[in-house]
């Protein structure tokens, strides 16, 4: 079975809005959430691939670029007087400031660029394929050397708690994949929270976080051979609440 990063995320939130959103594949359309998410992460891959070749756009540059990719479609007018959506102009100006901290991080301490928004397709488990794709790895300077930092950039709400951080499902992917693609292991591994600019180091994952990840795709996909979709308990409906999939289904609370 094949499983996307996405998918894992969507299934460890409820099993049966996995049902919906990827085997009766009812189309839902992208949330502004979510695209105000993919606006960012374009940003930032179109200023590390900057980095990459060497010229580091200035911070007109990229408040350019975040305008031309979030306001894409839509005149001076209606983004002074969009009121569609009710967090829209909110979002309008922390979508700047967190592009200028990112900014003022970054050109700060780039790095070397080794690879970025690279896809992977890595072998996990009884035979299951994982996808996703490395945000950025580069090569950092701590000590007087340089070490290899898989660096995880996040455009959701979620921060790891520091006591979390040490077995983070998606830094604990990305540096399963990473040993899987290039048979190394990395020195380092860190993420970049949008939401409060905080950028965090941890070691590399031990062997008892991969047999977790292995153990965790086994079991969804037997799941899913089962076919035992069952609605996720949610004390305060917070998942339901937030479902794309709340008008159809049946477990709604
Ligand atoms: S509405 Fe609730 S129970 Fe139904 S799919 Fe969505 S999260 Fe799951």
Redesign the pocket.
Known sequence: MEFTIEELKVFG??P??YK?GYMNDYKYRKSREQEYADSIRSVSTWFFDNVRTGSIPTKREIRKKWGSIWHKGKDVYDILFDTSYKYERRRNIKGVEKIDKFYDRFTKTPGTILINNYPFDVPIGNGHILKGRFDIIREVEKNNSTRIELLNLRTDKYVPYSRLRERDLLLTIHDYAYRKTFEQIPDQLAYYAFKNDTRAVIDPMRPKHFKKLETMVNNIASIIDQGLFF??F?EEHK??RH????TV?A???
């Not at 479902?243 to 709340?246: G, I, P, Q």
């Open positions: 939130q409820c049966l809005k919906y609605p996720r949610d998942i339901c479902c794309d999939y709340t289904c477990g709604r609370r």
